[in-house]
């Protein structure tokens, strides 16, 4: 679960309330009253997928999940586990863009498997709402992405690659 702590006191700090949410939350950003978290949705029988979930804390006693995005296919992972994953996920306030460099190897079913995908996904933010954008396709493990001007880098354990993501339901490769 989320928990959520009373503070006022610090000298007796209390927890104020629980909001259980699906999978779990490996990294959050705090932005005010909202959280953005970053980890893994529910697992499926075909994977488990990853998660951004924006969140509102401005009622302690009332937190709640506005809004969840998953992505990746089959079974995903994050560039770096729970322990460094601030090191790759990126949050532009500037932009209202959030950048999670990611792989999945594809879902098995009983005709075969699809092809898994990595790159850097694409998840346009506000204060209330997140919006699943284009991933920006990365060979090799995706480890990191930040932007040059108005370049995206994305950086990963094979190669650096810079993309135009004038679309960001499209992202062109430069």
Not at 94 to 118: H, I, M, Y
Request: glycine share 10%; with cysteine; hydrophobic share 40%.
């Amino acid at each position: 679960p989320l928990f959520t702590i009373d503070l006022s006191d610090p000298a007796k700090p209390k927890q104020a309330a629980a909001l259980e949410i699906p999978g779990w939350i490996f990294h959050m950003e705090p932005r005010g009253d909202r959280l953005i978290g970053f980890g893994y949705d529910a697992p499926t029988p075909n994977g488990t997928p990853l998660a951004v979930s924006l969140f509102d804390v401005s009622d302690l006693s009332k937190p709640r999940e506005i809004q969840r995005v998953t992505f990746g296919t089959g079974w995903s992972q994050l560039a770096e586990d729970q322990d460094r994953i601030h090191k790759s996920v990126r949050v532009l306030d500037d932009k209202g863009l959030v950048l999670v460099p990611f792989a999945s190897s594809g879902r098995w079913w009983n005709g075969g498997c699809d092809k898994g995908q990595s790159g850097i996904q694409l998840i346009d933010f506000s204060r209330d709402a997140l919006t699943l954008r284009g991933v920006a396709p990365q060979w090799g493990l995706p480890r990191r992405a930040f932007f040059a001007g108005e370049r995206l880098l994305a950086i990963s354990d094979r190669n650096v690659t810079s993309f135009d993501v004038g679309s960001r339901d499209a992202p062109v490769k430069k």
